[in-house]
């Protein structure tokens, strides 16, 4: 009986250990049908004020379902491009947004700005604006797809958004036409006007959301640790029972007669 607790314990444990290795859930929230990736904020005093509760999903992750999550609205800023834990701690913010740009509402909120491109002077204007669809969008820089031409452009802090608020993101496929300038060895976006309708972009269809920025705030955390401790939980009461089963008291032989 001892050996077969002690086989179930050992059985539980590997079952423990993947659910480890598996990773831990991206903290990430789903507003409006699409998934906004969680980072944690530097700066919660550069935040616009809040707005009141919104009710968003935690996404999927692993076997665990969607579940109902409560965020704060930013005000001047719609649910879908942001939104932040009632701590205000943590921002989940749809990636295409440009808060590189000093007009944005959460220009600076995440991290310090770096210094512009312009710093040091000696920009020059290039004589015709591009003019073509983004093709990707890093955050700190855009390709456009200009005929057959692939253009970079940089993002700065001085740069500026014409035609849609300054909040808007740039998704793939948005038409756009942007006066840019050399500065050193980069072309760096001066204006960036939104000539064509913004793109819905991608929405969310239940998949599981791990591993893609690391782990995050408390509602990963649950789901990365609850389920391991659990199991591993199960695994040390079986343990214990074997111990019982094998230290506890013996009959003693009867003596022959």
């Keep these: 009986m001892a050996r077969a ?10 079952l423990a250990a993947p659910a ?18 969680g980072t944690q904020i530097d700066h919660p005093d550069r935040l616009p004020p809040s707005g009141g509760p919104y009710r968003a999903v935690l996404p999927r992750c692993g076997e665990v379902p ?14 879908a491009v942001a939104v932040v834990d009632r701590a205000r701690e ?10 590189a740009l000093a007009v944005h509402p959460l220009h600076g909120v995440i991290t310090d700005p770096g210094p512009s491109l312009r710093a040091d002077g000696g920009c020059r204007a290039f004589p015709t604006p591009v003019a073509g669809f983004a093709r ?11 005929g057959a031409r692939r253009v970079r452009v940089r993002l700065d802090p001085t740069t500026v958004i014409a035609g849609a608020p300054a909040y808007t993101p740039i998704r793939p496929g948005q038409k756009l036409r942007i006066d840019s300038s050399r500065c050193g060895r980069s072309r760096v976006a001066d204006r960036i006007a939104v ?5 819905p972009g991608e929405r969310y269809a239940g998949d599981p959301v791990t591993d893609r920025l690391g782990t995050g705030g408390d509602a990963s955390d649950t789901i990365t640790y609850v389920v391991p401790a659990v199991i591993l939980g199960v695994a040390l009461l079986l343990i214990v029972v074997v111990g019982v089963a094998l230290l506890g008291p013996r009959r003693r032989p009867r003596a022959p007669r």
Excluded: F, K
């Excluded at 990707?136 to 200009?146: D, K, P, R």
């Excluded at 000539?195 to 793109?199: F, I």
């Design 195 to 199: 000539t064509g309708p913004v793109p």
């Design 90 to 99: 943590t921002l989940y913010r749809d990636e295409n947004t440009l808060v």
């Design 20 to 37: 480890h290795a598996q990773g831990s859930c991206a903290d990430a929230a789903v507003v409006d049908g699409r998934l906004l990736m």
């Design 66 to 79: 969607d579940r109902p999550l409560l965020l704060v609205r930013l005000r001047g800023v719609p649910p």
């Design 5 to 14: 607790l002690l086989a179930a314990a050992v059985a539980v444990l590997a």
């Design 136 to 146: 990707s969008n890093t955050g700190a820089g855009l390709t456009i797809a200009a």
